[in-house]
């Protein structure tokens, strides 16, 4: 994991936005307690290319507007339709497709070698597609995260499915580092965003240079 991205103190999840430059009664915002990335990260390869944020409240799981998602415990079968969304370089507004995932026989030979801790999805016929400013951002399969954006050659490119963190690979590694980490530390809470001119929050326009980032929701 890059050093420039391990200092908590740089990043705010913000929950409830789909436009980048809005906010309405429903967005939320979060400090970052602590960032540990995979101790076996590989730049080169992005092998491991996953990290975990603990944030200092609870993002509920009885909204209409903000809910966690679950995490995948196993692989889906080849051909499962799975949703990515992201931003991207450009948009202002939150994009979504769908694509299905592709079997680990093909995707190991399209790329020569892929590891396990990492699986492919994507059209065959290329057009649709994660692309450069998406990295971090979800694969969602069946209701169940399944995987992160990782790398693609190019955008879309026809034969060359995207590349994925694959989640059921690294879920006892999940429950490791979550087991580590000691909740009763911070005083969880969570910061609203209401549109109100007395309130201390940020104005959103600092979101113009963020990410989609998976966040993984842990039980404590």
Not at 56 to 77: K, M, Q, T
Request: proline letters at 5%.
């Amino acid at each position: 994991m890059p050093v420039r991205f391990r200092d908590s103190e740089n990043f705010v999840v913000v929950a409830g936005v789909t436009y980048l430059d809005e906010r309405t009664e429903f967005t939320a915002e979060y400090l970052v307690e602590k960032i540990i990335g995979h101790h076996n990260y590989i730049r080169s390869t992005l092998e491991n290319d996953i990290a975990l944020l603990f944030l200092n409240g609870i993002i509920p799981n009885d909204s209409l507007y903000i809910r966690p998602v679950s995490l995948a415990e196993h692989p889906f079968s080849p051909g499962t339709l799975c949703a990515i969304s992201g931003w991207g370089n450009q948009k202002m507004q939150l994009m979504q497709a769908i694509i299905p995932t592709v079997h680990e026989g093909l995707c190991s030979f399209i790329y020569m070698y892929l590891p396990r801790s990492q699986l492919c999805a994507g059209w065959m016929s290329g057009g649709i597609d994660a692309c450069r400013g998406d990295s971090g951002g979800p694969l969602v399969c069946m209701n169940s995260l399944t995987g992160i954006i990782s790398w693609g050659v190019d955008c879309g490119r026809r034969f060359f499915p995207g590349v994925y963190t694959n989640i059921s690979y690294f879920i006892p590694w999940i429950k490791m580092v979550n087991a580590t980490f000691n909740y009763n530390e911070f005083k969880p809470m969570r910061r609203s965003l209401r549109n109100n001119n007395n309130c201390s929050f940020r104005n959103l326009d600092y979101l113009r240079n963020a990410l989609l980032l998976t966040i993984i929701i842990l039980a404590t």
